[in-house]
């Protein structure tokens, strides 16, 4: 059974910075794109930022310059380091592993809040 679970939310200053983990378990993933979305309260959720096997990344505009993922295949676990965090930042981040033919799988959040 494939779970995906994510860490390193919680409550941050604005200007501060925060690192998140996806550590994914029940199957290898280092051939899979893996990627950041990000839903905050009354708005669809957006893309963050994904990362593909090769390490080929893209990131939404929103977080370009400020945010950073990477991904570490030994231990089948994507990371999220965001710099430079505003109050927009807040929202739910959800770590998703692409399935080619789908479908992808999901975790299930962790909460991020920027607010001084």
């Known amino acids: 059974q494939v779970q995906l679970v994510e860490s390193g939310g919680g409550l941050v200053q604005p200007g501060g910075s925060a690192r998140l983990s996806c550590a994914a378990s029940g199957r290898a993933f280092s051939s899979n794109v893996m990627g950041w979305y990000r839903q905050a309260p009354g708005k669809q959720r957006e893309l963050v930022a994904l990362?593909?096997?090769?390490?080929?990344?893209d990131y939404g505009d929103s977080v370009k310059g400020r945010f950073t993922i990477s991904r570490d295949n030994a231990k089948n676990t994507v990371y999220l380091q965001m710099n430079s965090l505003k109050p927009e930042d807040t929202a739910v981040y959800y770590c998703k592993v692409v399935v080619p033919l789908g479908p992808d799988y999901w975790g299930q959040g962790t909460q991020v809040t920027v607010s001084s």
């Open positions: 990362i593909t096997a090769g390490g080929g990344t």
